[in-house]
């Protein structure tokens, strides 16, 4: 179901608040710093949608929310957050159909497709929000690199949003040769070929240039799996090397090995220590960027809030508990998403609590809740994973 916005006043510019507090370029602040900030930009983000969708403006009148009274983050917590599978039936805007700027969906080859619309204002703060977390975690270069990339390979009028996540993480170094382990064999089909990027990890492993791994951590695993089933050396990649993973294992979780272990993996069989491999959360329907430290924990950025629902009353849990993750953030002008609630289960952890000094607070995820209909992208990917 498509549900447009309102025609009146679409053309108008984000609101001041909401420019200013994107506007930051300091990926890790304490809370406490920003928290002004970020309540007024969240305060004036939902009048913007309350005013354009008439669809968000009936879910805030049903739930009795009044926008000028949004004075806490208590408040903001308790904004009725939309759960991502909503965008998996609807299609709601907040702007004109003309000022959409990039169409992605959220799904691979089956399953469920979130659609998500962005406007220029929103799509060009979150990637610009992706530069300034790269930079801090030390993995943007000018030098060439080698890409062994486990994603969807690109054809002509793709929009799953992992393959164009993991086209943009090039630009953080320029990408010298390019090996796509999910191959295009076919408008909307992919495989994949361990064979192929077995062949580019030796390749690459002759080379003098930095391989880059990035993608989906299960079809590493198993590429790394059959290194061993085939009786291959060990390699050694060249030094700079790195490893940053985007999605999770979902809908192949049987095989699915613990984080250390796989790291151990990857440092025996490709030589990349374990600091240089970076885990990375997103989302189409959420698209701060969210990058593991050099002890691997994802740590909330300055520009969003994260908390972890009961899974029955959706009201947030105590640090240390099991729940919904979810999201507040006002990056987002074009979809009223800027309260949303994954179908990950999460568990929040406070900030400090990790020995990396980061400000902020982290969060670990701990699988996907739903049924096999409700898939996501690594869900979908798995899928082209022989079984043995």
């Known amino acids: 179901m498509k549900i447009p916005c309102d025609p009146c006043d679409s053309a108008t510019a984000a609101p001041d608040s909401v420019q200013r507090f994107c506007a930051h370029t300091t990926p890790y602040l304490p ?103 790269m930079q801090a975690r030390g993995v943007a270069s000018s030098a060439p690199a080698n890409y062994l990339v486990n994603a969807y390979e690109p054809y002509e009028g793709l929009r799953v949003g992992t393959s164009n996540t993991n086209q943009y993480l090039m630009r953080y170094a320029p990408p010298a040769k390019v090996f796509w382990s999910l191959r295009a064999v076919g408008e909307g089909q992919h495989e994949f070929d361990a ?37 291959m050396a060990p390699l050694r990649l060249p030094e700079g090397s790195c490893v940053i993973f985007g999605g999770g294992w979902k809908g192949h979780a049987d095989q699915a ?46 520009w969003s809030r994260v908390l972890v629902r009961d899974v029955r009353t959706l009201a947030p849990v105590p640090d240390g508990q099991p729940g919904f993750l979810s999201f507040l953030s006002p990056y987002i002008t074009s979809v009223p998403a800027h309260s949303v609630v994954m179908g990950d ?4 952890h406070p900030a400090g609590s990790c020995g990396c000094g980061c400000p902020t607070p982290w969060f670990e995820v701990l699988g996907r809740a739903g049924t096999s209909s409700n898939k996501s992208c690594a869900a979908a990917a798995a899928d082209l994973l022989p079984s043995a």
Not at 51 to 68: E, H, I, N
Not at 107 to 133: H, P, W
Not at 198 to 227: E, K, S
Not at 345 to 348: F, G, P, S, Y
Request: aromatic share 8%.
């Open 195 to 231: 064979f192929g990027a077995l062949a580019a990890l030796q390749d690459y492993a002759q080379d003098g240039v930095p391989t880059r791994i990035i993608g989906f951590p299960a079809f590493l695993h198993f590429a790394l799996q059959r290194m061993q089933r085939l009786g």
């Open 31 to 133: 809370e406490a710093h920003t928290d002004a900030q970020f309540i007024a930009a969240m305060r004036d983000l939902t009048r913007w949608h309350q005013q354009r969708s008439p669809w968000y403006r009936a879910l805030l009148a049903q739930q009795g929310v009044q926008v000028d009274a949004l004075a806490t983050l208590d408040d903001l917590v308790a904004l009725p957050p939309v759960h991502a599978n909503f965008f998996k039936q609807h299609e709601v805007l907040s702007v004109p159909e003309d000022a959409v700027a990039l169409h992605l969906t959220s799904s691979g080859t089956t399953g469920q497709k979130s659609q998500m619309f962005f406007d220029a204002f929103t799509i060009g703060n979150a990637r610009r929000m992706v530069d300034d977390v």
């Open 345 to 348: 289960l999460a568990v929040r």
């Open 257 to 302: 090995i613990a984080k250390d272990a796989l790291h151990a993996s990857i440092s025996h069989w490709l030589g990349i220590a374990p600091e240089r491999i970076v885990e990375t959360f997103g989302a189409v329907e959420h698209s701060i960027p969210y990058v593991g430290c050099t002890h691997h924990h994802l740590h909330a950025p300055m």
